[in-house]
């Protein structure tokens, strides 16, 4: 075994093979210049991706970074997939992942605001965003 752990799962042993599929399907098409051909394994290569994506998400994938090395095994599932890996786009893209406190607060804030008769408010970020363009708009004033 090699010290990297890649390649060790089930999502990603799958996703290559259909990928292979794919590839070659799509090189024939372009050596028989055939538009069904190229079609075809466009499509495979595309299938190639989702399905990899939906095995990651169903938990054959693993999350990015090394694991122990004891989880390194073929058959060994990842039960943290389900809330979604801190650093990973895949399951960012599915809704899952990290919330960060800016969403917390975004959410806080609409929350109050949908209130009937609630004002809203200005953000911290914003006001202090306004603080700084007009502290620096006076320093360019004084630099003429």
């Known amino acids: ?7 060790h799962t089930v999502a990603g042993w799958t996703g290559t093979a259909i990928a292979t599929v794919g590839s070659a399907v799509l ?5 028989m210049v ?20 939906a095995l990651h998400l169903a938990g054959w994938g693993k999350p990015p970074g090394v694991r122990p090395r004891g989880e390194w095994r073929m058959g060994t599932r990842d039960l943290s997939a389900r809330d979604g890996h801190p650093d990973c786009w895949g399951c960012r ?25 609630a004002k809203p408010e200005p953000a911290a970020g914003a006001a202090a965003g306004a603080a700084a363009a007009a ?6 004033e004084a630099g003429r």
């Open 1 to 7: 075994m090699s010290q990297y752990d890649e390649g």
């Open 93 to 117: 893209l599915a809704g899952r992942g990290r919330r960060t406190a800016a969403g917390v607060v975004a959410v806080a804030v609409a929350s109050e605001a949908g209130r009937v008769g």
């Open 135 to 140: 502290g620096a708009a006076g320093a360019a």
């Open 27 to 31: 090189g024939a098409g372009i050596c």
């Open 34 to 53: 055939s538009a069904v051909f190229i079609a075809g394994g466009t499509g495979i290569l595309a299938a190639s991706v989702l399905v990899t994506w």
